[in-house]
């Protein structure tokens, strides 16, 4: 739907999600029950939530022993790594027994990290070359937004911590393109993540000024911009006479959440120009935790106000050698990923397996919190949360430490843990995700089937 004008919204038949905008700024609202509740009442038509779609990606594989539960069905025993998301232990699933064979060597040689990080949602082996010759393959997330991108305002969303290379050599001979990059338009095009939050703010909400806030007109769009919200306040008043005192809240609550966001990036803005001897990216956080929770916040609310419904989030790229300082772990985490079982590398491993699970389980937490209707966000949709390696020492890629939160808008049936037989391609399961989106396809890279998760 169209964005409005102020004095078009007081006459259109509103529909349940309200789009305002003001100075070149988009906020689609979320889900309202009392605007267009009486047409639908009146047909006795159940409210269908739009189905959304998410991968998220972590590196350097696993401590297994720490990571990996025991049991299966609904009375698997959560393992001490997976108790960081016990809370959310029914909604999610355990899949064991997911496999990407097209990132192995295969005769390649070296390179396991960018194979995993190429293969993750695309199936296909990529062509090893550090050169411009790059080829892989198109990515799930992209096959989707190619159908589906249409209904929204953004087709996919593409999110990192890392930034993004597209050349250079990262891994013993394939380039960067692979390792730094998740989703794939085309054989030869990755799709560049997001890693500023201000940045993805501003393609959010569609009133960024560039990624250079600089040049001519540059203070005077300072002045106009004071505000994403301060500049539909206006049109965002007269809705909220138009509904009733649930929505009424629900949008005080949005509002609220998109200023929060806004004073944190600044506040990050603001700390990072007190350092003019470190060249820090505006809008980053030094904290890697606040990093990553702000692109989690960013990421609701992209889902919340279906600015879109796919969405990728590279949380560090495969090989990173990223300290965690504040978690006791002064070590690069794909050094002591070789970890050759020694115990104090496992036990440093297994710290920070646990620490990405925290930030996955404040995802889910804000997820669960936004409602529609009768159901939550994290109902309506499918996060697959994961890496392309399994034991890092091993570098092996089969088994992989894979969790599927949400419901898939009652498709899926979490709080269990499914172990598969043999090795099933990871792509038969993003073929049953594709087609529960209505997005038909047989195949997606080296799949071999549809692997149906109820």
């Not at 700024?25 to 009486?38: C, K, Q, V, Y």
């Not at 007269?238 to 609550?253: F, W």
């Not at 030094?286 to 609701?300: G, K, N, P, T």
């Amino acid at each position: 739907m169209p964005p409005l004008s102020p004095a078009a919204s007081a006459t259109h038949t509103a529909s349940r999600r309200q789009v305002l905008r003001g100075l070149g700024t988009f906020l689609t609202l979320p889900f309202l029950e009392s605007i267009g509740g009486r047409a639908a009442a009146a047909a006795k038509t159940p409210t269908t939530n739009p189905l959304r779609a998410c991968w998220l990606y972590v590196p350097n594989g696993v401590n297994v022993d720490e990571w990996m539960p025991q049991g299966d069905g609904t009375g698997y025993q959560l393992s001490r790594s997976l108790n960081e998301i016990a809370r959310h232990k029914d909604d999610v699933m355990i899949m064991s027994g997911l496999c990407h064979d097209l990132a192995r060597s295969h005769g390649n040689g070296g390179g396991d990290h960018a194979r995993a990080t190429a293969t993750f949602l695309t199936g296909c082996m990529p062509k090893k070359t550090a050169g411009a010759d790059i080829q892989l393959g198109v990515s799930v997330d992209q096959i989707a937004a190619e159908k589906l991108g249409n209904l929204t305002r953004l087709p996919s969303l593409e999110l990192s911590t890392d930034g993004q290379r597209s050349s250079g050599n990262c891994d013993s001979g394939y380039s960067c393109a692979y390792q730094f990059n998740l989703s794939w338009k085309s054989t030869t095009l990755p799709m560049a993540p997001e890693m500023n939050p201000r940045l993805a703010f501003e393609r959010l909400f569609g009133y960024g000024a560039g990624r250079n806030d600089e040049g001519p007109g540059a203070a005077r769009r300072k002045r106009l911009r004071k505000s994403v919200l301060d500049s539909v306040l206006g049109e965002a008043k007269s809705l909220q006479a138009r509904v009733n005192p649930t929505d009424r809240r629900k949008i005080d609550e949005y509002f609220a959440a998109v200023r929060d966001i806004e004073k944190r990036i600044e506040t990050a803005e603001k700390f990072n120009a007190e350092m003019p001897d470190v060249k820090v990216p505006d809008g980053v956080p030094d904290s890697y935790e606040e990093h990553m929770r702000a692109m989690f916040d960013l990421l609701v609310l992209a889902f919340q106000t279906d600015t879109t419904r796919i969405a990728t989030f590279m949380l560090a790229h495969d090989g990173s050698n990223r300290s965690f300082t504040e978690i006791g772990v002064p070590d690069g985490h794909h050094s002591i990923s070789h970890h050759q079982r020694d115990p104090q590398k496992l036990e440093k491993l297994g710290k920070i397996d646990r620490f990405y699970l925290r930030q996955l389980a404040y995802f889910l937490d804000k997820m669960k919190s936004v409602r529609e209707g009768d159901k939550s966000l994290l109902d309506s949709s499918m996060i697959v949360y994961g890496g392309g390696i399994q034991d890092p020492d091993r570098h092996n890629h089969e088994n992989l430490p894979i969790i599927l939160a949400g419901r898939a808008g009652g498709a899926w049936t979490p709080g269990r843990r499914q172990i598969l037989q043999g090795e099933v391609p990871m792509t038969n399961l993003y073929v049953d995700m594709l087609q529960k989106m209505n997005v038909h396809v047989d195949t997606i890279g080296d799949s071999n089937g549809r692997l149906e998760v109820s």
